[in-house]
């Protein structure tokens, strides 16, 4: 069993910046991919970006590509969710998860585990 524990997140204007982290305990981290999640209220959960199990291939939603900024660090078992230039459109929940898979996974059936989901709010 996989815990996963976020921290970061927050309020932020509109063009600013905001970072994230996610810690995995219970697991070899290795072992997964780590994805980034978002759901607004009244939407479906959304992909955002996901990072393979080395850290060497990554794969963004169109909409965060360019702005947000994923890696991981196995030697802490944490995955890292850097987020520039933000909109108010990126104000959502935000929920890392990960899958034990090789390859990049978008669907988020696909992931095993999830955190507990923190609030980014971007005020215009």
């Known amino acids: 069993q996989v815990q996963l524990v976020e921290s970061g997140g927050g309020l932020v204007q509109a063009g600013g910046s905001l970072s994230f982290s996610c810690a995995a305990s219970g697991g070899t981290f290795s072992n997964y991919v780590m994805g980034w999640f978002r759901q607004a209220p009244g939407k479906e959960r959304e992909f955002v970006v996901a990072?393979?199990?080395?850290?060497?291939?990554?794969y963004y939603a169109d909409s965060v590509k360019g702005r947000f900024t994923i890696s991981r660090d196995n030697a802490k078992n944490t995955v890292y969710l850097q987020m520039n230039s933000l909109k108010p459109d990126d104000t959502a929940v935000y929920y890392c998860?990960?899958?034990?898979?090789?390859?990049?996974?978008?669907?988020?059936?696909?992931?095993?585990?999830w955190g507990q989901g923190t609030q980014v709010t971007v005020s215009s």
């Open positions: 990072i393979n199990w080395s850290g060497n291939t990554t």
């Open positions: 998860a990960a899958g034990r898979r090789v390859a990049i996974i978008t669907r988020w059936k696909e992931y095993d585990y």
